[in-house]
C-alpha cells in the first residue's frame, strides 16, 4: 500500500470519530436541555431549589406536583429543602407526568421516582414537610394522588413535621364547596365564599383528611 493511501484512510478515520463525538456530544445536549422529558428518560437532579423545586443537570426546573412545602421564612422550610436534597441530589431520577408537563413558569411538574421505587413526592408528605396540594376534584381518582392523600393523613395522624407543630387552633374551619382550599374562620378570603356554598369543620383534621389544604393567607 502507498503512503498517500494510508493517509487518506488515517483521514478518514480521524473524520468519522470527530462526527460520531460531535453527535454524541449534540445528543447529549439535547438530552439535557430545552425538551421535556419522556416518562421513560433518566436525568440527574442537580440542585436543589426549595422543598418542592429541583433543578436538572443542564438547568431546567422540576416542580413536584400534588405537594407544597413552607415558604421562605416559615418553619419547616430548610428540613423541606434538606430532606428533599437527601432523596435526589446527584441522582438518576425520572418523571410521570399527569396533564400538562409543565407549568406556567415554565418547570416541568410532574411526579419524580429515584431507581423506580422512591416515590419522592410521597416521602416529603410522609415525612411531614409538605401539604398535599390539588389543583381539581378529579385528582383523587388517580393513584398517585391517592397515593399523596394516604401519605398525608398518616403524618397528620402521627403528627410529625409540620403536624406537631404548636398552632392557635380555631373551633372551627370553613371552606367552600366549589374550593379546594380551608380557612380560619376569619379569613378574608373567606369571607367572599357564598352563604350557600360554606362548608363548616370542626377541626383542621377533617379537611386534611379529605384533601383539601391550608389556605395560604390565614395559614390555619
Ligand atoms: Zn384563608
Redesign the pocket.
Known amino acids: 500500500m502507498s503512503n498517500p493511501q494510508k493517509k487518506r484512510r488515517t483521514y478518514k478515520k480521524a473524520l468519522i470519530m470527530l462526527v460520531a463525538i460531535f453527535l454524541i456530544l449534540i445528543f447529549r445536549l439535547v438530552e439535557y436541555i430545552g425538551y421535556d422529558k419522556a416518562p421513560g428518560d433518566r436525568f440527574v437532579i442537580m440542585r436543589v431549589i426549595d422543598g418542592d423545586t429541583v433543578e436538572l443537570a443542564g438547568g431546567d426546573r422540576l416542580r413536584l406536583l400534588g405537594i407544597d412545602t413552607p415558604e421562605k421564612g416559615e418553619l419547616y422550610y430548610d428540613s423541606a429543602a434538606m430532606f428533599l436534597e437527601s432523596l435526589v441530589l446527584g441522582q438518576k431520577s425520572r418523571i410521570e407526568y399527569a396533564d400538562k408537563r409543565r407549568d406556567r413558569y415554565g418547570r416541568l411538574l410532574g411526579f419524580v421516582y429515584v431507581e423506580d421505587t422512591i416515590f419522592v413526592n410521597r416521602r416529603i408528605l410522609s415525612a411531614g414537610l409538605g401539604y398535599l396540594y390539588l389543583v381539581k376534584d378529579q385528582e383523587l381518582s388517580r393513584p398517585r394522588f391517592k397515593e399523596l392523600l394516604v401519605a398525608q393523613r398518616q403524618a397528620v395522624g402521627s403528627k410529625i413535621g409540620l403536624w406537631g407543630i404548636d398552632r392557635d387552633y380555631e373551633d372551627r374551619y370553613i371552606a367552600s364547596k366549589l374550593s379546594l ?4 374562620p376569619g ?4 369571607s367572599r365564599i357564598k352563604q350557600s356554598n360554606i362548608r363548616t369543620f370542626e377541626n383542621m383534621q377533617e379537611p386534611l383528611y379529605e384533601g383539601l389544604s391550608p ?6
Not at 389556605?215 to 390555619?220: A, E, F, V
Request: net charge positive.
Open positions: 382550599r380551608f380557612h380560619r379569613c378574608s378570603s373567606a389556605c395560604r393567607i390565614c395559614r390555619p
